[in-house]
Structures are given as C-alpha cells and as structure tokens.
C-alpha cells in the first residue's frame, strides 16, 4: 500500500532509519544537557537499551551525515547541525508531554513514553500550533526547558538537591523522569515544580525538608503542575519531607536568594 504525502510531499509513514537518527541526537543532547558531562558510547548504549556494537555503528552513520564528531574511545559530540536536530526534537517532545499533562490529564510520570511515539509523527506546523495553544511555555512538566520556535533555550543556575548544605532555601527546578522514585516522592507530598522548600538537614545521605514560608498562593495538588515564571508555591506545611539520597540526586534546585 502506497503511504499517503502531506502537503508538503512528505509521505506521512514514519522512516525508521530516520526515526533513529533523531532519537540518538535526541539523546546524546539530553545526557549532557544539565551537567555538561561527556556522553560515552556506553552511556548512550544503557540509556537507549541497545548493545554498543549498534552505537558504534549509528555513530558511524550519524559521523557520515554530519551530525555527530566521534572517534573509536574518544566522547560523542553534537556537531552544530547534530545540535540543531537534537533541540528540534526536543523542542517536540517537551511541548508534547507538556499538552498530555494540561489537556489530556496524564500524569507526569506517564507522558514520556507517549510523547516518544508522538514526537516522530507530527509536522512542525504541528509542533508550533500546539506551542501557541500552550502559551508558549518555557518549560516541560518536568521542569525541562523547551526550545522556542528558534531553538533557543534558557537554563537556571541549579544544584542537585542532594549536594544542598542544610538551612538552604531552594527552588524546585526540575526533576528528571527516569526516576520514577523522584516522581512519586514529589506527589505523595504535593511538591509541584517551582515550589519553595528549605533543606532543613541531612540525615544518612537523606535530604530533610521542610516547606518555605512565604507571600503567595499555594499550589493546587494536580500531579505535574508547574509554577509559571515570578510565581511561587510551596509544599503543605504540615509536615516535614524526608528523600532518600538517590530520590534527592534525580531533582534539581536553584538556591532562593
């Protein structure tokens, strides 16, 4: 059966070899994206669940088109057109995941496989309708920032939770969704994105909280409700929140001034 083509002439199946080539520069973008941290063929291998004979392959592949500069043991880097197809892809995913929250009413620890399929079958007449439905946010549920139209993005300056000393007010900024712990811990407590907390001490490689008095509202209890820019929320203040160390490395904060 002949696939049907869009207006603009393309066909609308999905071209796996293409799709894998967007997922990986997707990829080898997101492992370095908040620490800057050098992405390694088995990082990549781990994080995609394919075996390192087939990165090295694609890395091949993606060298070829000009998107990847590797050498045999050396770290993966995004060439500028690796990086520009990196952010475009994430520019799809984030506001995906971001309409599956606001409107479809999943919750934030089950939109990312939805928005993996999505992500490859949609136009970017799609993606840039949907981000003028959504009033152009700035970042994911998750905290993650999402590329303009552009492809420019902004990042706070942030720590990971748990390297915060005690008696430090912070910003939750982000949470990484591929730690399923991270994301339940924040529910159970109604701590949204965005909330004020200050860490109150550490107990054992835990990290001890305790919500941050201040003027504003408090944010409604709605899994993966994000505070918008110059707002504030904050945890109930009925009780103090213990993390474990692996659940408090999976956030990211910003220290509140």
């Known amino acids: 059966m002949t696939p049907r083509t869009s207006a603009q002439g393309r066909s609308t199946a999905i071209d796996a070899a293409t799709t894998s080539?967007?997922?990986?520069?997707?990829?080898?973008?997101?492992?370095?994206?908040?620490?800057?941290?050098?992405?390694?063929?088995?990082?990549?291998?781990?994080?995609?669940?394919v075996s390192n004979p087939s990165v090295s392959l694609m890395m091949r592949k993606m060298a070829d088109l000009g998107l990847v500069e590797h050498r045999p043991y050396a770290p993966i880097a995004l060439t500028p057109a690796g990086r520009q197809l990196a952010l475009a892809m994430v520019r799809r995913h984030r506001l995906i995941e971001t309409w599956?929250?606001?409107?479809?009413?999943?919750?934030?620890?089950?939109?990312?496989?939805?928005?993996?399929?999505?992500?490859?079958?949609?136009?970017?007449?799609?993606?840039?309708?949907?981000?003028v439905r959504l009033g152009h946010p700035r970042v994911d549920p998750h905290g993650d920032p999402i590329p303009g139209r552009n492809l420019q993005l902004d990042y706070p300056e942030t720590q990971l939770l748990c390297r915060?000393?005690?008696?430090?007010?912070?910003?939750?900024?982000?949470?990484?969704?591929a730690v399923p712990d991270a994301l339940s811990a924040l529910d159970a407590h109604r701590v949204p994105i965005?909330?004020?907390?200050?860490?109150?001490?550490?107990d054992g490689g835990a990290?001890?909280?305790?919500?941050?008095?201040?003027?504003?509202?408090?944010?409604?209890?709605?899994?993966?409700?994000?505070?918008?820019?110059?707002?504030?929320?904050?945890?109930?203040?009925?009780?103090?929140?213990?993390?474990?160390?692996?659940?408090?490395?999976?956030?990211?904060?910003?220290?509140?001034?």
């Open 164 to 177: 915060v000393p005690a008696a430090v007010k912070v910003r939750l900024e982000q949470v990484d969704d």
């Open 100 to 131: 599956l929250v606001r409107e479809l009413g999943y919750g934030w620890g089950e939109v990312h496989e939805e928005a993996e399929r999505l992500e490859h079958a949609v136009s970017k007449t799609f993606v840039d309708r949907l981000d």
């Open 194 to 202: 965005g909330a004020q907390v200050t860490v109150e001490a550490t």
């Open 21 to 49: 080539v967007e997922d990986y520069a997707k990829t080898i973008y997101g492992l370095a994206e908040w620490d800057g941290s050098s992405v390694t063929a088995s990082a990549l291998a781990k994080t995609l669940g």
């Open 207 to 257: 990290v001890v909280l305790t919500p941050a008095p201040q003027a504003g509202e408090e944010a409604p209890a709605q899994t993966g409700y994000q505070v918008g820019p110059g707002q504030a929320a904050e945890a109930p203040a009925d009780t103090s929140i213990r993390l474990a160390h692996e659940v408090a490395h999976a956030m990211r904060v910003s220290v509140v001034r």
